[in-house]
């Protein structure tokens, strides 16, 4: 069974950083994609950074260069390391295991408000 619990939200100014944290339960952890995404107000869920097991990363275009995701399959923990942050980035974060979006894959989500 996985758990996802979030952590690091907050509010910001714009141009500010923050670090965002899941720590997840679950088999295999080390061996499983494991995905950030987010939910803007009146928007669609978006991906915004993607890792594999092995630590590849892939990120949303415009959050590119700003954002970095992380792992430390030791201690079953996922990191979103945001800087240059922008009002645009405003929305509720959410980890995401193996990058499935059935209901279990989910944490609950943390909010993250960048202000001008």
């Known amino acids: 069974q996985v758990r996802l619990v979030e952590s690091g939200g907050g509010l910001v100014q714009a141009g500010g950083s923050l670090r965002l944290s899941c720590a997840a339960s679950?088999?295999?952890?080390?061996?499983?994609?494991m995905g950030w995404y987010r939910r803007a107000p009146g928007k669609q869920r978006e991906l915004v950074a993607g890792i594999t097991g092995r630590g590849r990363a892939n990120y949303l275009n415009s959050v590119e260069g700003r954002f970095t995701v992380s792992r430390d399959n030791a201690k079953n923990m996922l990191y979103l390391q945001m800087n240059s942050l922008e009002v645009d980035d405003t929305a509720t974060y959410y980890c995401?295991?193996?990058?499935?979006?059935?209901?279990?894959?989910w944490g609950q989500g943390t909010q993250v408000t960048v202000s001008s």
């Open positions: 995401n295991w193996g990058l499935r979006h059935e209901p279990n894959y």
């Open positions: 679950g088999s295999d952890f080390n061996t499983t994609a």
